[in-house]
């Protein structure tokens, strides 16, 4: 592996030990929030990634970019509105993602903004670290807004189905996960994916290009 290859990796594994621990602890928080005491009984409401972090999922997020941590636990049955609970709980999620995602944009404006007058290794490794945390909350904050199990988004779907047509449909979660991962692997989702992934990176590039003004 050579140098390059290797700022890489260590850049997406610094990026990958906040992404991912965001993600889960905004569920926990949301859940606790709304009076659900689970997550933070089971030592969860943290943003230690050792509280978080799957092996596999950490595998699959250093190498193709897009991974899973360890789902934190919600017991609908503490919500006083079980369907706006578990949305809200699901939504928190993503939405932590897409703020990471837009701080992330202001800090590549500010690194290219300095980068104006020459930039040194240090700069570079700094706009390439927020580029790859900037890529990938957008990349997990998207596949998980995918209406379908097991995403988040499919518990937000929720709010929308009547009861008794959701829980029927989550019965077939399992089967629902297999057809996913196989579709996925298979790339059917890759167009959706990419046109939101990029319509996305243009809206918080552009709304973050006020930095540029400083410089």
């Known amino acids: ?27 926990a928080l949301a859940s606790d929030r709304l009076g659900d005491p689970t997550a933070r009984q089971q030592g969860r409401l943290t943003l230690s990634p050792r509280a978080h972090l799957d092996p596999w999922g950490s595998i699959c997020m250093l190498i193709a970019g897009i991974g899973w941590a360890r789902p934190v636990p919600v017991n609908p049955r503490y919500f006083k509105n079980p369907k706006w609970g578990m949305a809200l709980s699901a939504a928190a999620g993503p939405l932590s993602n897409l703020a990471m995602a837009w701080v992330s944009a202001l800090g590549m404006q500010i690194c290219a903004g300095l980068a104006q007058g020459g930039a040194g290794l240090p700069l570079v490794i700094a706009f390439l670290f927020f580029q790859t ?42 089967v629902l996960m297999l057809i996913i991962f196989v579709l996925l692997i298979l790339g059917a989702f890759n167009p959706v994916l990419s046109w939101l992934d990029l319509h996305l990176a243009q809206l918080f590039l552009w709304s973050t290009g006020f930095v540029r003004l400083l410089f």
């Open 1 to 27: 592996m050579d140098y390059e290859m290797l700022v890489v990796y260590l850049t997406r594994l610094l990026a990958m030990v906040l992404v991912l621990p965001v993600h889960e602890a905004a569920h």
């Open 133 to 174: 945390l900037f890529y990938l909350n957008l990349n997990l904050a998207v596949f998980n807004l995918l209406p379908i199990p097991p995403f988040d988004g499919s518990r937000i779907l929720l709010v929308v189905l009547p009861q008794s047509l959701y829980f029927r449909v989550m019965r077939y979660e399992r």
